[in-house]
């Protein structure tokens, strides 16, 4: 039986806000198990993310006119309330009144004849009188995070490490659907005759920005291709594309991914070996190992070894020594893809970046041993915090005397990156609305050598 598209939407905001669950996955079992056409999931997914990503502004602006106050509606009424109020500010082509008495049929079927009033008062009372402006509001941080969508803690810690304006760029670009992006698999083929390939199934495409191995989709499903499922693309985002090209493999060498899952990076690193030499990717999680491994087989790469370790317990599992280069794309708050996983801004609290830093410093601690003299060790996040990027750089140099900044890895940074390099170090930081990409950090490492109790940097 087909299931009405808002009723669906509420079902899944409401699984999302009762048990933290991820957006993305119940949104892809409510369109498997619903019955909907191609337009239908579009709304669907538009109604998802869009009441997701705005809910502290629609909260605000419902709130006056919900006599007892926002906390004391059962939580599948605020959702659907929540959903309504953001069709009719946000959406355009769907008429306020079809929004209207759509809310109040979902409200009579779930609940009883004094919700659906309440439901249909509140809509039609802010259909008469309008909402509050915005940009009145004279405290900074309040204002752009209710304008964009944001926790105040995380404007305001913004604010504080990037000032006033990259943060307005940074949450209104965190607003924008993110772009598809494929990274092309150069061991089958090359940009050009992957994009004429694309073209032939209908598939728009052209040259990425920031990789020699991106491509931007204009149009059409990279995923549902012939030549994703035989290997000749994978999908990823631009910053991501950056790390196995700044790690700089050489053929035949022993490679470390501490963090792997689920395998974008790892399996970036075996196709520029050309799959030679061996990739050692770790991951916590088996299940996770398990995504690593298909991504492997999907590309036809067999210098990838999977295991399911935690990466701050590799050196009960490997000698001193072991590899010429090592990954560290350490787990991090994440907040560099907000706009690709909106529940992340709302789910994560100003104390986990203190405890997700600790383990990101020990993680690198611990793989440190592991490398080779003159080895690379390159460290990256997809997050923005200074917290999890170059306050970890600089404790990390701090700890350990015997690595020094790897200052080759400036020169194999693109072009577009240069004016954010800083002369005397190898990190950068990417914002999301530099290159309408993934907020994304890397910096890089190297392992001095020692001959005859002198250290030659």
Not at 388 to 411: R, V
Request: proline fraction near 4%.
């Amino acid at each position: 039986m087909k299931q009405n598209v808002r009723s669906t939407a509420v079902d899944v905001l409401l699984k999302i806000e009762q048990n933290q669950a991820y957006s993305n996955l119940l949104l892809n079992q409510a369109i498997q198990k619903a019955d909907l056409n191609k337009k239908d999931i579009g709304l669907l997914t538009e109604l998802v993310y869009g009441t997701l990503q705005r809910k502290n502004t629609l909260d605000y602006l419902l709130e006056p006119y919900v006599a007892k106050g926002l906390h004391k509606l059962d939580k599948w009424v605020l959702v659907l309330l929540r959903m309504s109020l953001y069709q009719m500010i946000y959406l355009d082509k769907i008429p306020d009144h079809a929004i209207i008495n759509e809310a109040v049929e979902i409200a009579k079927k779930r609940g009883h004849k004094g919700i659906s009033g309440m439901v249909n008062g509140v809509l039609r009372k802010i259909q008469r009188e309008g909402t509050a402006d915005l940009s009145s509001i004279s405290e900074d941080g309040k204002r752009l995070a209710l304008q964009y969508s944001m926790p105040e803690w995380l404007v305001k810690r913004w604010i504080k490490q990037y000032g006033l304006e990259n943060t307005e760029k940074m949450s209104a670009a965190n607003l924008e659907p993110a772009p598809v992006t494929g990274r092309v698999n150069r061991m089958k083929s090359n940009r050009e005759n992957v994009l004429e390939s694309l073209e032939g199934e209908g598939i728009e495409g052209s040259n990425g920005d920031l990789s020699p191995d991106a491509i931007k989709l204009k149009k059409g499903s990279l995923s549902h291709s012939s030549l994703f499922k035989e290997g000749y693309v994978t999908i990823q985002d631009e910053s991501s594309m950056l790390v196995a090209r700044a790690l700089n493999p050489s053929m035949n060498e022993k490679i470390l991914d501490a963090c792997a899952a689920p395998g974008g990076k790892t399996t970036h690193i075996a196709e520029l070996l050309n799959n030679t030499g061996e990739v050692t990717a770790l991951d916590l999680h088996p299940h996770k190992v398990k995504l690593i491994q298909e991504q492997a087989d999907r590309l036809g790469l067999t210098n990838i070894k999977t295991e399911a370790l935690d990466s701050r317990k590799a050196g009960e599992r490997f000698s001193s020594s072991s590899f010429d280069r090592i990954l560290v794309d350490a787990p991090c708050s994440g907040f560099g893809v907000i706009r690709k996983k909106p529940d992340i801004k709302w789910s994560k609290k100003e104390e986990d970046i203190h405890r997700i830093a600790e383990i990101q410093l020990q993680i690198l601690d611990k793989v440190a041993e592991l490398l080779k003299p003159g080895g690379t060790l390159l460290y990256s996040t997809c997050t923005v915090d200074t917290e999890e990027n170059n306050e970890i750089a600089d404790a990390f140099l701090k700890h350990h005397p015997d690595f020094e900044w790897d200052m080759t890895f400036n020169e194999r940074l693109p072009e577009p990156l240069k004016p954010y390099l800083k002369p005397a170090e190898a990190q950068v930081q990417i914002l999301p609305h530099y290159f309408n990409s993934d907020g994304f950090y890397l910096a890089c490492f190297k392992k001095k050598t020692t001959t005859g109790g002198e250290t030659q940097c």
